[in-house]
């Protein structure tokens, strides 16, 4: 079993849609969960941090951790053409390392 | 605002041929990392420093060098690429290891081993 699993798509959403985004993982070390986005040809850039379970909100973005079924989500609400990307999970215990998702292809059509 | 810049962008090798990745950051960084990105398989680590003079292996080494002089550049190097070397690779630092929310990427460069 893989440290941490994310579905790769591709997601279709209509513009103004509510996308649900998923990792899961194994190891129960994790302590930080973060959601990078990665536009085509690009570095990914850091979208959301969380440390420990619990939801944190950016404007129409919303992480979600749920330590205790090792599940994670990311939630975009209003989704626009802009927000086509792919999303990565990424996460990290005590020790300097990322692991991250396969990520998810996300497109929002006009 | 040059934030971590990657050279070269595209770069097409032969089997058996070396080279050096570059990546240097300006915002005095301890913390610099090398990944590769494949098809399937997300990001996965190669190389990362802590600061100057010190480097370590991360989940997939073989084949790369790495060595840390200064702290803003972090070379990668490939003695004798291999087609299975033929990637995306990113650099990306912080401010120090712990700095998980504070991380930035390059902008990649393409590899091509034929």
């Known amino acids: 079993q893989k440290e941490v699993e994310q579905d790769p798509g591709p997601l279709s959403v209509p513009e103004g849609a509510i996308v649900s985004l998923n990792c899961t993982y194994s190891?129960?070390?994790?302590?930080?969960f973060m959601w990078y986005r990665q536009y085509s040809r690009k570095g990914p850039e850091l979208l959301m941090y969380?440390?420990?379970?619990g939801n944190k909100e950016d404007g129409r973005f919303t992480a979600q951790v749920d330590k205790s079924s090792k599940y994670i989500s990311l939630f975009i609400r209003d989704s626009q053409p802009s927000d086509s990307a792919t999303y990565l999970c990424?996460?990290?215990?005590?020790?300097?390392?990322?692991?991250f998702g396969k990520g998810t292809l996300l497109t929002v059509n006009p | 605002n040059a934030g971590v810049t990657q050279t070269p962008k595209f770069q097409v090798l032969k089997t058996g041929q070396s080279m050096t990745l570059q990546c240097a950051q300006d915002?005095?960084?301890?913390?610099m990392s090398w990944y590769r990105q494949d098809p399937g398989m997300g990001l996965r680590l190669i190389h990362y420093?802590?600061?100057?003079?010190?480097?370590d292996q991360g989940e997939v080494p073989n084949g790369y060098n790495v060595s840390r002089s200064t702290t803003e550049d972090f070379p990668l190097r490939l003695l004798s690429a291999a087609p299975s070397q033929t990637s995306v690779y990113f650099c990306?630092?912080?401010?120090?290891?712990?700095?998980?929310?504070?991380?930035?990427f390059g902008e990649g460069s393409w590899l091509t081993v034929v």
């Open positions: 990306a630092s912080s401010p120090t290891a712990g700095n998980r929310n504070t991380i930035y």
């Open positions: 190891n129960s070390a994790f302590q930080y």
């Open positions: 969380t440390y420990s379970s």
């Open positions: 990424a996460m990290s215990g005590s020790n300097y390392k990322l692991t």
């Open positions: 915002m005095n960084h301890e913390y």
């Open positions: 420093s802590v600061g100057a003079g010190i480097t």
